[in-house]
């Protein structure tokens, strides 16, 4: 279980920014937990604060990974222990190839034992196989991690690193921004599979477009950092026809 607890968080700015407020939320194995809010929310902030991002400050509460306090590790440590985020928007690595970058991670996982090494060729395989049903390109794998990749290309790429890692909770935000329609299926279709082999997601989005095809479990609704409503399913299709007006949000439309 991942588990949140009254998470307040500050951002380092000029000064400390306050961020989000006493957030509480947790995901199971299997789960699916999805996060919706309006722009500028705090959704990102909460990913990040989860994943361990330099930039976000933990001013109270606490997060706890199957029991264990894990608030203030390192997010390598995180990230050994089962947890992968996805980002909103992935960053270029120049110099380093997505294949590299996932044997590195994999033998990383395997541990020091040379018994647990998968061979290269044998990843290599895997990757390819995978690749082929996210529909990304074999040759993205030797390219330059999101060097030159297309919006949608990134998040596939994005989601193609989780499911090769197989952690144990994705913190995916917005894996489904950007993707054309079969694109939007596919990611769901490779996220909903992950979820029945027991993985845990914590899934930012704006549309409840994607949660046709991953049902969630819970869905969160964050306004000004604040948890304001958790329900099921129905939350996300109530937000698509009506927006955030009835949590006091204020449309901007410029004409003013
Ligand atoms: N470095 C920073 N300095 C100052 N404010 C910041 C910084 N980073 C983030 N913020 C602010 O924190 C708030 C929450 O941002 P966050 O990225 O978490 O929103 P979000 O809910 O993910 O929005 P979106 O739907 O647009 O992705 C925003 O008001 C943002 O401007
Ligand atoms: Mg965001």
Redesign the pocket.
């Given at each position: 279980m991942l588990e949140v607890k009254n998470l307040t968080v500050g951002?380092?700015?000029d000064k400390i920014?306050n961020?989000l407020y006493n957030v509480s939320l947790s995901v199971a194995p299997g789960e699916v937990h999805a996060i919706m809010?309006?722009?500028?929310?705090?959704?990102?902030?909460?990913l990040?604060s989860i994943m361990g991002h330099p930039?976000y400050v933990i001013l109270n509460g606490k997060i706890f990974l199957d029991g264990e306090d894990i608030t203030f590790l390192p997010p390598e440590e995180k990230s050994l222990r089962g947890l992968f985020i996805s980002f909103?928007h992935p960053v270029e690595v120049e110099g380093v190839r997505l294949s590299t970058l996932l044997i590195a991670a994999k033998n990383k996982r395997a541990g020091e034992s040379d018994l647990l090494k998968i061979s290269d060729v044998r990843m290599i395989r895997d990757m390819r196989q995978l690749a082929a049903r996210i529909g990304l390109k074999a040759e993205f794998l030797r390219r330059d991690v999101n060097v030159g990749f297309s919006g949608g290309e990134r998040k596939r790429s994005e989601l193609f690193q989780a499911l090769y890692l197989k952690p144990k909770y994705m913190l995916l935000?917005?894996p489904d921004t950007g993707l054309d329609v079969d694109g939007v299926k596919v990611i769901a279709e490779s996220i909903s599979s992950a979820v029945s082999e027991g993985v845990g997601v914590l899934l930012?989005t704006?549309y409840a477009r994607i949660l046709n095809y991953v049902r969630p479990d819970r869905v969160s609704v964050?306004v000004n950092?604040r948890i304001v409503e958790t329900g099921g399913p129905e939350l996300a299709q109530l937000i698509d026809r009506e927006g955030y007006s009835k949590y006091g949000v204020v449309e901007v439309d410029g004409s003013g």
């Amino acid at each position: 279980m991942l588990e949140v607890k009254n998470l307040t968080v500050g951002i380092k700015a000029d000064k400390i920014k306050n961020v989000l407020y006493n957030v509480s939320l947790s995901v199971a194995p299997g789960e699916v937990h999805a996060i919706m809010g309006p722009n500028g929310s705090g959704k990102t902030s909460l990913l990040y604060s989860i994943m361990g991002h330099p930039r976000y400050v933990i001013l109270n509460g606490k997060i706890f990974l199957d029991g264990e306090d894990i608030t203030f590790l390192p997010p390598e440590e995180k990230s050994l222990r089962g947890l992968f985020i996805s980002f909103q928007h992935p960053v270029e690595v120049e110099g380093v190839r997505l294949s590299t970058l996932l044997i590195a991670a994999k033998n990383k996982r395997a541990g020091e034992s040379d018994l647990l090494k998968i061979s290269d060729v044998r990843m290599i395989r895997d990757m390819r196989q995978l690749a082929a049903r996210i529909g990304l390109k074999a040759e993205f794998l030797r390219r330059d991690v999101n060097v030159g990749f297309s919006g949608g290309e990134r998040k596939r790429s994005e989601l193609f690193q989780a499911l090769y890692l197989k952690p144990k909770y994705m913190l995916l935000d917005e894996p489904d921004t950007g993707l054309d329609v079969d694109g939007v299926k596919v990611i769901a279709e490779s996220i909903s599979s992950a979820v029945s082999e027991g993985v845990g997601v914590l899934l930012v989005t704006h549309y409840a477009r994607i949660l046709n095809y991953v049902r969630p479990d819970r869905v969160s609704v964050i306004v000004n950092g604040r948890i304001v409503e958790t329900g099921g399913p129905e939350l996300a299709q109530l937000i698509d026809r009506e927006g955030y007006s009835k949590y006091g949000v204020v449309e901007v439309d410029g004409s003013g």
